[in-house]
């Protein structure tokens, strides 16, 4: 059966809205020296989380600091992250 057009609709959405990242690992703390212990870097020298399906919830960061990670919309309207594609 096919997929009612909202969830179409909102499944495009979401694909747009996460492709407006620029994958700069800002939020995942790569400007701190001290980021996620599951942030990767590509060939293109842009970064990924190596566990997005399930990144929210509790990480490290490489030197063992405990964090949350979290929807980037929650961070809103208050994003501190200068140049992040999200950031008004
Ligand atoms: S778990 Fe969260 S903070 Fe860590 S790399 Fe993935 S998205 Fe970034
Ligand atoms: S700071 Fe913004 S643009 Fe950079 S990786 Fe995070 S969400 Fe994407």
Redesign the pocket.
């Known amino acids: 059966m096919d997929k009612p057009e909202y969830l179409k609709k909102q499944e495009k959405e979401q694909k747009e809205y996460e492709a407006?990242?620029?994958?700069?690992?800002?939020?995942?703390g790569m400007k701190d020296n001290d980021p996620c212990l599951n942030l990767r870097k590509d060939g293109g020298g842009k970064?990924y989380c190596d566990v997005y399906e399930n990144r929210i919830g509790m990480h490290k960061t490489v030197s063992g600091k405990e964090f949350a990670c979290v929807p980037?919309r929650d961070l809103y309207p208050n994003?501190p992250?200068k140049?992040?594609?999200?950031?008004k």
């Not at 140049?83 to 950031?87: D, K, L, R, S």
């Open positions: 407006r990242c620029k994958r700069c690992g800002a939020c995942c970064y980037i994003l992250f140049g992040c594609a999200y950031y």
